[in-house]
Each structure stands twice: as C-alpha cells, then as structure tokens.
C-alpha cells in the first residue's frame, strides 16, 4: 500500500510537513539523510535547494531534482504524526 502525498512544504531544520491524501499530516526530519546519502549534502551546499521541494507525479513521493527524491512510504513511516 501506498501513502500518496498531497503537498509538501519545507520548514527551517531541514524539516518537511507532509500532508497524506488521507489527511494525515507528518513531520519528517531530512538531516539523517545527509550522513547517509551523498546527494543530500547538495542542501548543505546549494542556498535555497531544500525549499524547492515539490511532490513526484501521482504523490508517490517528493523530489528535488534528478539525484534527490524520497519515497511516501519512507515519509510515512519515518514521519513523526501531527496534531
């Protein structure tokens, strides 16, 4: 199963607020990624890439260019739920 995005928006930290076709609103930390993951230190290094984060076609997740992405389901289940 799924979890499509609806939108995304980035906030300071690193952070993104997810909200889920299904209403859900998730809060996912980006700043592991960057020890992980080579292609993530680009937000380390490019001002302003982070908040040029838009969702994929179909809401199966959320991209920043063609090496930068991060699937729904990663979002979903690694986002901490909100309020």
Not at 23 to 30: I, L, S, T
Not at 31 to 41: E, G, K, S, T, V
Request: aromatic share 14%; with cysteine.
């Amino acid at each position: 199963m799924f979890h499509k995005i609806e939108s995304v928006a980035a906030l300071s930290d690193l952070q993104l607020s997810v909200l889920f076709r299904t209403g859900e609103r998730k809060m996912y930390n980006v700043r592991p990624l960057l020890d992980i993951y080579d292609a993530f230190n680009s937000f380390s290094l490019t001002h302003g890439l982070f908040e040029q984060v838009k969702v994929a076609d179909g809401g199966y997740g959320v991209y920043w260019n063609d090496t930068i992405d991060i699937s729904c389901n990663e979002l979903y289940i690694n986002g901490k739920g909100t309020m």
